[in-house]
């Protein structure tokens, strides 16, 4: 589907049936940014097939906030493996990457995403860690 010519995408959107949507709303959930969805959220902005656009509004807003907690997720997983891998306990690890132990805990719990920037800066504190123990 990721592949179809914009103009079979219209095709299903106007003259598809149920089985068809379908198919689109399955590759939407796969990829919310992709091709597909961008390309039927674009073709939504000026055509409003009655009936079917708001539902096809609702499989792309439900999938990206699927998408998106679920990248919330893996950073917090990622920000918690960071903070296990140096040893540190959460204050001190907050306090060497120039954050509050309150502060980590959002990033831990998934609750508030760090920039890309605290991100790097708490791998490159793990990577000092575990270089400085190395024998």
Same mark, same amino acid.
């Given at each position: 589907?990721?592949?179809? &010519? ?14 068809? *949507? ?9 990829? &919310? *940014? ?100 190395? &024998?």
């Amino acid at each position: 589907m990721s592949s179809w &010519p914009y103009e079979a995408i219209v095709t299903v959107i106007e003259r598809g049936l149920i089985a068809d *949507w379908a198919v689109l709303t399955r590759e939407i959930r796969r990829d &919310p *940014w992709g091709p597909v969805a961008r390309q039927v959220s674009d073709y939504l902005n000026y055509e409003r097939p009655v009936g079917v656009a708001p539902l096809l509004e609702r499989a792309i807003g439900s999938a990206r906030r699927c998408a998106l907690q679920a990248e919330r997720a893996e950073v917090a997983r990622d920000v918690n493996e960071l903070v296990n891998r140096s040893g540190l306990t959460s204050a001190s690890f907050a306090e060497r990457i120039g954050t509050s132990a309150s502060r980590l805990s959002t990033y831990r719990s998934g609750k508030v995403i760090p920039s890309a920037a605290l991100l790097a800066r708490m791998r490159r504190l793990v990577n000092r860690l575990d270089d400085s123990s190395a &024998p």
